[in-house]
């Protein structure tokens, strides 16, 4: 599968709301979708999993959404620490692949 | 805490080899399936491989299937990644990853190490 996602950067002040997209080339479930944080020099950290599933320790303002080929990821006041680049992964035929990223930057 | 440690990248030679480790703790490794995650500079995140709890269960990449072997040694709660016929594209940060769920073979990566970079150059 290939996953698509939008838009490549999101510019936007503290305290807006981000709504980060991923789209599937085909309709593989819900089930192993995830969202990863990254920041420079740092590994990803997992945000969710299973789609809508905070991973722990995951702040409340994070959320996800969706089925089927379209997923979201919605940070609902962004704090100065949210500004980073966002992966979503799924899992399909025995094999992960990450989408290339959505960069959320300070406007 | 659970902590992941890479270890053995390095620059290496084109159709060189190298072997990453990863050494486990705070966790009993033989219970998570575990990955390797790459990400070449300034470039997005690819998966490379993962293994069962056991090591029985194998899967690669179809960009390093043939080149790389995944392994494990529970007793030594070390992961391992051996890579050879190294090309100028398998440049970058080389990352263990731990999947979420106790014992099962699928799962999004909920622990990560700091990475250990290979650089592949002729």
């Known amino acids: 599968i290939v996953l698509t996602q939008s838009p490549g950067t999101l510019s936007l002040s503290p305290g807006e709301r981000a709504t980060l997209s991923c789209r599937a080339s085909?309709?593989?479930?819900?089930?192993?979708l995830g969202w990863y944080q990254q920041k420079p020099g740092q590994a990803p950290r997992l945000l969710i999993y299973?789609?809508?599933s905070r991973a722990s320790g995951i702040p409340d303002r994070f959320s996800g959404s969706g089925s089927g080929t379209d997923f979201s990821l919605t940070i609902s006041r962004l704090e100065p620490e949210d500004f980073a680049v966002y992966y979503c992964q799924q899992y399909d035929n025995s094999l992960w692949t990450f989408g290339q990223g959505t960069k959320v930057e300070i406007k | 805490e659970v902590l992941l440690v890479e270890s053995g990248g390095g620059l290496v030679k084109t159709g060189g080899s190298l072997r990453l480790s990863c050494a486990a703790s705070g966790f009993t490794l033989s219970s998570y399936s575990m990955n390797w995650v790459r990400q070449a500079p300034g470039k997005g995140l690819e998966w490379v491989s993962k293994i069962s709890p056991s090591g029985t269960f194998l899967y690669y990449a179809d960009s390093v299937k043939g080149r790389f072997t995944i392994s494990r040694d529970n007793a030594k709660n070390s992961l391992y990644l051996q890579m050879s016929s190294l090309r100028a594209e398998d440049t970058g940060m080389y990352y263990c990853?731990?999947?979420?769920?106790?014992?099962?073979?699928?799962?999004?990566?909920?622990?990560w190490g700091q990475g250990t970079l290979v650089t592949v150059s002729s």
């Open positions: 085909q309709n593989v479930g819900s089930t192993y």
């Open positions: 990853a731990r999947v979420l769920t106790k014992m099962a073979t699928i799962g999004n990566f909920d622990y």
């Open positions: 299973g789609a809508s």
